[in-house]
């Protein structure tokens, strides 16, 4: 067993918590699970999971908190539990380990030089039960594994990335995935919610004139991340409304082979790249055309 903490934040996640905790397959020394007041069986299923890990030499703790945001509410979770392992974990609700990788991380994790404080994680996305493989989607590249106390999550509205505070990061081979299992009206709703965040995170940026790059370049995230972000604002946000969102879903669905990935991946290309891509300008638009700003986003509510 690894002396490993992992910290899930959950809102109605039933469905997800249970795969997501037994595929570690019991390597992990205690779980921490912060709850923003979920109103389904979430926490009726972590206590049932918290008996089962107890017989084997783990266990689950289970908080609620006041949703703010992402970021507060994970580092109140990294921060706030009394988190006494050598190695902590960020791991969402909807996430698992492939079976290679809780192996690689049951042998590897505790042999790594003294002077990584970081591992980064390869991540698969599925949608409707499909590996979404093309259209630049895999691998995502993730600061997942840190030591206790080395990392925390930047304080951002949206695309928030785990940064270490020093050391080096070292690369693990095999994957996580995120395989959630709510329906596609979840999954709609939830973007109409990350629609509102994205447009009051571009902003905030606009007006505190502030390159989106710089909290990352500050700490020690993946290079990925940090270029992302850079393409993100000093590259698309520079192109015409509407219009970037057609250039966006040509690039991911034939340049990057989006096609490949089945009708599962049509419908997640055309849905992720375009229409969210095209409801935030919309959004952008309305609030320019009104002078209105984003109000601050509550939990999702879904």
Known sequence: MVDLTVVILTKNEEKNIRKCIESFRGIAKRFVIVDSHSTDATEQVCAQLNLELQQQGSRLDFYENQWIDYATQLN???????????????????????????QEINDQLSAVADNVNGVVLRRRVYFMGRWIKHGGRYPELLLRIFRTGKALCEQKIMDEHMILSEGETVNFKHDLIDNNQKDLEWWISKHNWYSNREVLDHQITVEKAVEGAAILENGISTQQAKMKRVVKNRGYYGLPKFFRAHLYFFYRYYVKLGFLDGPEGKIFHFLQAYWYRFLVDAKMYECEKYDR???????LKA
């Open 76 to 102: 109140w979770g990294l921060t706030q539990t009394n988190i006494t392992t050598h190695w902590s974990m960020r791991m969402d609700a909807d996430e698992e380990l492939m079976e290679d990788l809780a």
């Open 293 to 299: 700003r984003m109000k601050m986003q509550g939990d």
